[in-house]
């Protein structure tokens, strides 16, 4: 799905601002007309922090906006985009119901054409924030306790982040040409010096219009059949991407009509190859290690809102730190976001919204279903990012048997055979085939808190593997964690062999809080424990990534193991001031010390 841009044959406008929103507690309202006495409301943001007594509130809410089209636009084709709007969004546009996308993170847009008047738009979406069983990520299943978290939490969720909602990401009017660019595709690989670059692309119908790519005034025309062609073109000398040189070039697409351009699109490209080989992941042919964090889209106030100053304090804490990595956990950053990567030189692991899923009933198949949909709109979205370098299918699926559960924990650490549910295999397997077939050039994995009993890492090529030992488990005892675990990744590469992510591990860490000699929620035992892990984890070939969970403390449900409605691993507080733990992974991942 390309970006909207301004160029010489496309033009966009961004709706984002004060809208209106009316909170339909009864759900009675139809307001796809448009509503008086609404309250004002910022877009993007989310609604539960920025309007009072709204924190808890996931029901439906209406929002509107006006707009008038801009001068010049009539006789193009004219769009409307939402790049994120969490849970469910159905839309009109002056009365007229354009559709509905269910599912938070990923764009949608709607063809407003034939609708669109000169002025007095009225654009309308109901929002529904509920959480469900058969939703993804889900809600849990009424009456039943809670998967997740021994005791229940407020909101309910099967996950461990506040479930923001409304309209998160901004809203984008824009106009293409009536026969158009829709789609490019770029594949590069490396040939000695060069870098080859596959160019696919789509247009709408229409016959005797060609393809021009052009990358530094290399020009080469599309070959293939009506609206579908590529190319190839190659770059001699060419400069790679990679986190130490994010070199970018532009490529322009441009759809020719008896030698004239009657659409253009530029596109920033990366000449990089991700592959595994063995136990190693290799880019551009070179072993790399994954410096890092899981992190969540989450600040006062917006909530899960998209903030462009956020995203360069953010990436100039992990500079600061050494990182050079980071997931989208749990669920797709924002666009800003990833267009960022490409150009300071992060490598992603881009994942989709499948977070706390479960595999009995109800809503099992709406739920596979959904997840399904999520992979084709991710990497329809991010699959031209140099920086993505792997898919991960779902964050810690809740797959093992419970007889399985209790051999691998128990003291003699047991793996039985059959060690997940088979609905969760089966999802897997299905899942990891879809995103192959949509994208054969990235490895895939699926990040599992399950350890050795998770059979679906059979169709994964990287194994990203989430811990606690030190906290959740031998609490207090950071070395017997450590140990422990040790064997359990030992375990586990033995079974799944090749390359090994330790994508999450971490401490709770109160700021201000110290104690001597270490102990639980002091910064002291947080940097005590990152410590050791990596120290442990330096140790093992086969480990290309440490990921620390958190980057930033961030808001969640209520519950009785979340003080304050936080979870605190991170090493920089929310409003990103650093714990102790921050000067002490700098050291260890630079070398700098505090002085310097
Ligand atoms: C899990 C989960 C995170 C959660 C973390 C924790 O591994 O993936 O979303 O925040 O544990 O309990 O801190």
């Given at each position: 799905m390309l970006y909207p841009q301004n160029s010489l044959t496309r033009r966009m406008v961004d709706l984002s601002g004060f809208w209106q929103i009316h909170f339909d507690e009864t759900q009675s309202g139809r307001f796809e007309a448009g509503f008086e006495g609404g309250e004002m409301i910022a877009v993007p943001a989310s609604w539960n922090d920025q309007i009072a007594g709204r924190r808890d509130y996931l029901g439906i809410a209406w929002y509107q906006t006006e707009f008038a089209l801009p001068?010049?636009?009539?006789g193009q084709r004219i769009f409307i985009r939402f790049n994120s709007v969490n849970y469910l969004a159905e839309v009109w546009l002056n009365g007229v119901r354009l559709g509905e996308h269910e599912g938070g993170h990923l764009p949608f847009i709607f063809e407003i054409t034939d609708h669109v008047r000169d002025q007095g738009n009225t654009l309308v979406l109901r929002v529904d924030g509920e959480l469900a069983?058969?939703?993804?990520?889900p809600g849990q299943i009424a009456g039943k306790e809670n998967i997740t978290f021994g005791a229940a939490n407020f909101p309910d969720t099967t996950f461990d982040f506040f479930p923001f909602c409304g309209i998160q990401r901004p809203v984008l009017l824009y106009c293409i040409p009536?026969?158009?660019?829709?789609d490019i595709t770029v594949v590069t690989e490396i040939d000695g010096t060069a870098g080859i670059v596959s160019v696919q692309t789509a247009h709408t119908p229409g016959e005797g219009f060609t393809t021009r790519c052009t990358i530094q005034g290399h020009s080469t025309f599309q070959t293939g059949e009506g609206e579908n062609g590529s190319t190839t073109l190659s770059i001699p000398n060419a400069a790679l991407w990679s986190p130490q040189a994010p070199n970018l070039y532009a490529l322009t697409v441009e759809l020719m009509y008896d030698g004239a351009p009657v659409d253009s699109y530029t596109l920033e490209i990366g000449i990089r190859t991700i592959k595994v080989d063995g136990d190693r992941l290799l880019l551009n042919g070179e072993p790399v290690k994954l410096l890092g964090f899981g992190r969540h889209e989450d600040f006062p106030v917006i909530g899960r809102g998209l903030m462009p100053a956020l995203i360069i304090k953010d990436y100039g804490l992990m500079r600061w730190i050494g990182a050079n990595s980071f997931r989208t956990s749990h669920y797709p950053y924002s666009e800003q976001m990833m267009q960022l990567a490409d150009q300071l030189g992060f490598l992603v692991i881009d994942e989709t919204p499948a977070v706390g899923l479960f595999f009995q009933e109800p809503g099992l198949d709406r739920r596979s279903q959904l997840c399904q949909q999520y992979i084709r709109e991710l990497i329809d979205r991010d699959?031209?990012?140099?920086?993505?370098?792997m898919w991960s299918l779902a964050n810690e699926p809740h797959t093992s048997t419970p007889e399985a559960r209790r051999a691998y924990d128990s003291p003699n650490f047991t793996v039985i055979e059959?060690?997940?549910?088979p609905a969760a295999v089966e999802a897997f397997r299905e899942q990891a085939a879809l995103a192959r077939a949509l994208d054969p050039t990235r490895p895939i994995t699926l990040v599992s808190w399950e350890g050795a009993v998770e059979e679906s890492w059979q169709f994964v090529d990287v194994i990203c593997f989430n811990r606690y030992n030190g906290w959740y488990q031998q609490s207090g005892r950071i070395e017997t964690g450590v140990q422990r675990l040790s064997h359990e990744i030992d375990v586990i590469h033995a079974r799944f062999p090749g390359p090994f992510i330790m994508s999450e591990f971490g401490a709770d860490t109160i700021p201000g809080h110290h104690a001597d000699p270490p102990e639980m929620f002091s910064e002291e035992y947080q940097a005590e424990l990152l410590s050791q892990y990596i120290a442990m984890l330096n140790s093992k070939p086969f480990v290309v990534g440490q990921h620390i969970w958190n980057l930033c403390d961030f808001k969640t449900a209520q519950g009785v193991i979340r003080m304050g409605s936080y979870n605190y691993k991170g090493i920089f507080t929310r409003d990103r001031r650093p714990k102790m733990a921050a000067h002490r992974v700098r050291q260890l991942w630079t070398g700098q010390t505090e002085s310097d």
């Open positions: 001068w010049g636009w009539r069983a058969d939703r993804v990520p009536q026969t158009a660019i829709t699959k031209n990012h140099p920086s993505v370098i059959h060690s997940s549910q």
